[in-house]
């Protein structure tokens, strides 16, 4: 139970605590601007799945390979990426055979999704932390909670601010990034001092 | 017809296009991450710029071969990725205590350069009906702009922060330790954003009121004489 407990704390920081837009910044320019719920929830659910099965295969190969040999975080994280990039093709691949509908309208996004800070930021996270299995399952799956939660705050932010009378100079980016700025400061008030790289 | 004043601020613009304007930080919000968070140090700052630098130069010329020969998106994203990752192993490596100090102050973030936007934009960009060197050329003056940006934002961060500059203590007195936390980057951030954009505004606003003068100025002497 109080392991149980321990995980449920790990996906709970991972998806609050140590957000990764809020806290981390692990987030771009297109991720800001997604268009409506449904690319939002797309992109989260991709995100989360793609951090979830990379991380698993990264999990075995350090475990296997990178960690009794000693290997350096900078080397590791050239594996993660060739891993990342080998779940990302089998995805699209997989994506544009079974649902080749979906995939003509997600394409975009699912391109987006691949090669994402915060996927191998999430990865490379849980390797310097040396989480076990579990430990990383609850992070990656808290991640993408987080993500999801920033991204739909973010898409109210963007709607209600496209209402308001804005000065032009601030219109756009510069308006969302001290929105995500004001929010980063409620998260470092829930933290209360400064989380590690 | 356009203005003469307001003609010339453009070519000028133009020849700075991706170093002083269309940056890649403040106009197309690339590489957001690396401006927040690896801007608290100078040393930092610099160890990014350098690693940039060397990922997107190899990166665009790799792109470009594989432009060239025809392949999509999805492969010249897939070689970028793999590739600048491998870079950024090999620059870790460096036998050079004063690179490889801070490159391990950034964590996560020095090898999360491999599959930043800013790389990645440079790659798509990348027109293969140019030459080489052309794009080359772009995409460097494209880099030096961001690395001008965290190196600038990082002196500020570090001078406010820590009272330091490269390491270097300058001001034992001063520590606002809240300019280091990440909420602080994303609304410096946004603040330079919203003064670039003011700065340009003014400046086109001034070259057409001048040019608008002397069009009344000549006009009245026209009608004078």
């Given at each position: 139970m109080a392991g149980f407990v321990k995980l449920l704390m790990i996906a709970f920081t991972a998806a609050m605590v140590e957000n990764a837009i809020f806290s981390r910044a692990l987030v771009t320019r297109k991720m800001l601007f997604l268009k409506n719920r449904e690319e939002i929830l797309t992109f989260s659910a991709v995100i989360t799945l793609m951090t979830v099965i990379s991380g698993v295969i990264c999990y075995a190969a350090d475990s296997l390979l990178l960690y009794p040999r000693g290997v350096s975080i900078y080397i590791r994280s050239a594996l993660y990426v060739l891993i990342m990039a080998a779940v990302h093709t089998a995805m699209i691949v997989a994506a544009s055979r079974k649902v080749g509908e979906w995939y003509a309208r997600a394409k975009n996004v699912l391109l987006m999704a691949g090669y994402n800070v915060a996927v191998l930021g999430t990865i490379l996270l849980c390797s310097f932390n040396r989480y076990n299995?579990?430990?990383?399952l609850f992070y990656f799956v808290g991640t993408?909670?987080?993500?999801?939660?920033?991204?739909?705050?973010?898409?109210?932010?963007?709607?209600?601010?496209?209402?308001?009378?804005?000065?032009?100079?601030?219109?756009?980016?510069?308006?969302?990034?001290?929105?995500?700025?004001?929010?980063?400061?409620?998260?470092?008030?829930?933290?209360?001092?400064?989380?590690?790289? | 017809m356009q203005s003469s004043r307001l003609k010339r601020y453009r070519h000028l613009v133009g020849r700075f296009d991706g170093l002083l304007t269309r940056t890649p930080v403040i106009t197309y919000g690339l590489a957001i991450p690396f401006a927040v968070m690896g801007t608290v140090d100078a040393r930092a700052a610099f160890a990014l710029s350098v690693g940039m630098m060397a990922i997107s130069l190899l990166s665009t010329a790799v792109g470009w071969v594989l432009k060239r020969m025809g392949q999509g998106r999805e492969v010249y994203m897939l070689v970028t990725a793999v590739l600048s990752s491998l870079t950024l192993a090999g620059l870790s490596r460096l036998p050079l205590g004063g690179f490889q100090m801070p490159v391990g102050m950034l964590g996560i973030y020095?090898?999360?350069?491999?599959?930043?936007?800013?790389?990645?934009?440079?790659?798509?960009?990348?027109?293969?009906?140019?030459?080489?060197?052309?794009?080359?050329?772009?995409?460097?003056?494209?880099?030096?702009?961001?690395?001008?940006?965290?190196?600038?934002?990082?002196l500020f961060r570090e001078l406010l922060g820590k009272g330091s500059i490269f390491g270097v203590k300058v001001l034992s007195s001063l520590q606002i330790s809240t300019v280091l936390m990440p909420f602080f980057g994303f609304i410096l951030v946004g603040m330079l954003s919203a003064f670039c954009r003011q700065v340009n505004r003014s400046i086109r606003a001034w070259c057409l009121i001048k040019d608008r003068e002397e069009a009344m100025d000549a006009k009245t002497e026209e009608v004078k004489a």
């Open positions: 299995l579990w430990e990383r993408g909670v987080g993500v999801t939660l920033a991204l739909v705050l973010l898409d109210v932010a963007n709607q209600n601010i496209a209402m308001s009378r804005v000065p032009r100079i601030f219109r756009g980016l510069p308006i969302l990034l001290l929105y995500i700025g004001i929010l980063s400061l409620a998260f470092y008030g829930l933290i209360g001092h400064p989380i590690t790289f | 020095f090898p999360l350069l491999a599959v930043n936007t800013l790389t990645f934009f440079l790659v798509t960009r990348c027109d293969e009906q140019k030459s080489l060197p052309a794009n080359l050329a772009q995409a460097a003056r494209s880099v030096l702009s961001f690395a001008f940006f965290v190196m600038a934002v990082s």
